[in-house]
């Protein structure tokens, strides 16, 4: 199982988890959730719940990823296996990424 914790503009969102079968739950934090002034981290994600689960990664962090020649060169220099999609998120949405939301691995 492998996790990480979910920064919106530098605040706790929520964590997002990979259990050992591949499915994946995002629960979000329960100060940001109960605080009714700040924003969902996504449509795809709403704050009408606490805990959101599905089978594939959430397209949501899915398309923080490169995409074509980036990818291929950041799963190869980083030994990442071309399918491990949330590997690849928790080494590369830690510090630039393109908009507020930032993923911080949990070790």
């Not at 919106?8 to 329960?30: P, Q, W």
């Not at 700040?38 to 606490?50: D, R, V």
Request: charged content about 20%; some cysteine.
């Amino acid at each position: 199982m492998r996790s990480a914790e979910i920064y919106r503009n530098g605040v706790l969102v929520g964590k997002l988890t990979e259990s050992n079968n591949r499915t994946y739950e995002f629960k979000y934090d329960s100060g940001y959730f109960t605080d009714n002034s700040k924003p969902a981290i996504s449509l795809t994600l709403p704050k009408n719940q606490p805990v959101h689960n599905c089978e594939y990664l959430f397209p949501f962090f899915y398309n923080m990823l490169s995409e074509g020649t980036n990818r291929t060169v950041q799963q190869r220099q980083l030994k990442i296996d071309e399918n491990d999609f949330f590997g690849l998120l928790l080494a590369t949405a830690q510090y630039d990424t393109i908009g507020a939301v930032t993923i911080k691995p949990i070790v």
